[in-house]
């Protein structure tokens, strides 16, 4: 009867590391988009923001404003910019900041 209190616990410590390991490795999107607003100018500068599969398009008051150095170092893999608007490819995170930053926005 002891063992099996002794593996019932070492089980139970073994799915608590797995939880905290599962809970410290997934991104923080709040604080990810709050960063990229930031490196986009702020929010007075974003005049729209779409989201089309992997890619965030956002419409801008003004590029030069924009931090493009720390927008790859946030994970972007690619960035197009056409007159006032950036396509930034972040792949499939890319709908995930949308969604914190519609909250922010």
């Known amino acids: 009867m002891d063992t099996w209190i002794q593996y019932l616990l070492i089980v139970l410590v073994l799915v608590i590391i797995s939880l905290v390991v599962i809970k410290l490795m997934k991104k923080d999107f709040s604080a990810e988009a709050n960063k990229l607003i930031n490196y986009l100018g702020g929010k007075d500068n974003v005049v729209n923001a779409e ?45 995930q900041l949308k969604k914190y930053i519609d909250e922010i926005l």
Do not use: H, P
Request: hydrophobic share 40%; proline share 0%.
């Open 51 to 95: 989201c089309n599969m992997s890619r965030f398009k956002v419409i801008l008051k003004d590029v030069s404003l924009v931090d493009k150095d720390s927008i790859q170092k946030l994970g972007a893999k690619g960035i197009v910019e056409i007159d006032n608007q950036l396509k930034i490819i972040f792949g499939k995170d890319a709908r």
